[in-house]
């Protein structure tokens, strides 16, 4: 298994102002393996402390933040020693022990040699609920699902990512099919590692799903055991009522098919509490596509799940799916489509997206995003329709430099549009031209 984010941990390591570094991501994404395997590449040994029921380092944390008390503990807690320069030092699942994650100040301020990196399936969750560290003292790595251009280096496809990353788009029309092809295998087993591992030993769809279901259950039983109890209820509702809610034509959440009458109030600690385990992620509504994004986010907003191989789990999609031609890439109008754009944004851009419609809904551009001073729209086609209506009423009324349908067809620019292949959708940001 390769990961792109080895690289930002090679560039982390011999950063000049190298601060503690905090790996966020939902659980079983790779977030261990990713850390030891860096360790065992750019590091003579590794200390490894897993902090999950650790009732050492509950008691070792309670005390006070001397940095040589800590290491000599550590030290033998991990079982290796520790050596500056020459050792990672690994905290797992360090959000059971909060007072660990106070301690990365002390680290940086007093002891910056040392590499620290700590990690947590539930991070987002003990950061958001009063943990004490302070903004600044520590780096942050989101680690998120496999992505395409990962789940093809693990098929043993890295030859059709060379080829898209030369963007020699009359080459890759010749393999559009293979191309096709893995997107459609894609969409069935997703970015999960143990998932893309199965499917790449043994090519078992049925293997694939029983460990997508077996994942889904896993993160059901975390909202039991971790989550307010009374948030329990609302967190299962909401978590299971996503597939619906982009079954719709507009994909705009609905509170009314959380359940009949529901209201905002009523959902907002379960929907923060989805979003910080980042099992959800939201793609906020602006009015005005200006810079900065954020400033203009409100009035609506669309959920998606972290995976679009356990989205087409949760949904129950057949695996037959996969031999009806492209079906699978309109099913449910699209959503698994819209899915796979929006987490492919953001696992191999690092774009955080909004979205655009207009307040009459006679137009909606599925996807925005920024780029220097430039917002970049998106629309998203899950089949070979060239139409592209909604993105040219938004072109009139603001006229992008650039803007972007990404469709089954083949890579074409015209004079106001650039159409981008689905599986080419890695190289975005390589087609936009220089920010001004």
């Known amino acids: 298994m390769k990961r792109q984010a080895m690289k930002e941990l090679e560039d982390w390591k011999v950063s000049p102002n190298r601060k503690p570094l905090i790996v966020r991501g939902a659980r079983q994404v790779g977030k261990t393996w990713l850390m030891k395997a860096f360790g065992e590449k750019a590091f003579k040994t590794v200390a490894y402390v897993n902090f999950d029921n650790n009732e050492r380092m509950k008691a070792l944390f309670k005390g006070d933040f001397d940095i040589p008390r800590l290491l000599a503990a550590l030290q033998i807690e991990a079982g290796t020693p520790i050596n500056r320069d020459e050792t990672l030092i690994l905290f797992d699942e360090v959000q059971e022990v909060p007072s660990a994650l106070t301690s990365l100040k002390y680290f940086h301020e007093k002891a910056p040699e040392y590499a620290i990196v700590a990690a947590g399936s539930l991070l987002g969750v003990a950061l958001h609920g009063g943990t004490s560290f302070p903004v600044g003292k520590v780096a942050f790595l989101d680690l998120y699902p496999m992505n395409f251009t990962e789940f093809l280096v693990a098929t043993g496809h890295a030859d059709l990512v060379e080829l898209l990353e030369k963007r020699d788009w009359s080459l890759l029309s010749a393999f559009r099919d293979r191309y096709i092809d893995l997107l459609r295998n894609y969409y069935f087993v997703g970015g999960m590692p143990e998932a893309v591992e199965a499917f790449t030993a043994r090519r078992d769809y049925a293997e694939v799903r029983e460990i997508q279901k077996r994942l889904l259950t896993a993160y059901e039983q ?68 200006d810079v900065p994004l954020s400033s203009y986010a409100g009035s609506g907003f669309k959920l998606f799940m972290l995976d679009v191989g356990l989205l087409s789990a949760k949904s129950g999609l057949d695996v037959r799916t996969l031999l009806e031609g492209n079906q699978i890439f309109e099913e449910f109008k699209g959503a ?96 936009c031209p220089e920010p001004v």
Not at 273 to 278: A, K, P, R
Not at 358 to 371: C, I, S, T
Not at 373 to 383: D, L, T
Not at 410 to 420: A, I, V
Request: glycine share 4%.
């Open 222 to 289: 975390d909202f039991s055991k971790h989550a307010p109890i009374e948030t329990v209820p609302r967190i299962r509702m909401l978590w299971n009522s996503i597939p619906a809610q982009l079954a719709r034509e507009n994909k705009k959440f609905f509170y009314g098919l959380v359940r009949e009458g529901a209201r905002s109030k009523d959902y907002e600690l379960a929907m923060r509490w989805l979003v910080d385990c980042g099992l959800i992620h939201r793609v906020e509504r602006v009015n005005k596509p």
């Open 336 to 431: 698994l489509t819209e899915q796979y754009v929006q987490q492919e944004l953001r696992a191999e851009s690092n774009i955080e997206p909004y979205y655009w419609s207009a307040e009459r809904g006679n137009a909606e551009v599925d996807f925005l995003f920024q780029q220097g001073m430039e917002v970049v729209p998106i629309e998203v086609k899950a089949e070979e329709n060239l139409k592209a209506k909604s993105l040219k009423t938004y072109s009139d009324l603001f006229k992008p430099r650039t803007a972007i349908r990404t469709s089954m067809s083949n890579y074409r620019k015209e004079d106001w549009l650039t159409n981008l292949p689905l599986y080419a959708i890695s190289q975005i940001s390589g087609i």
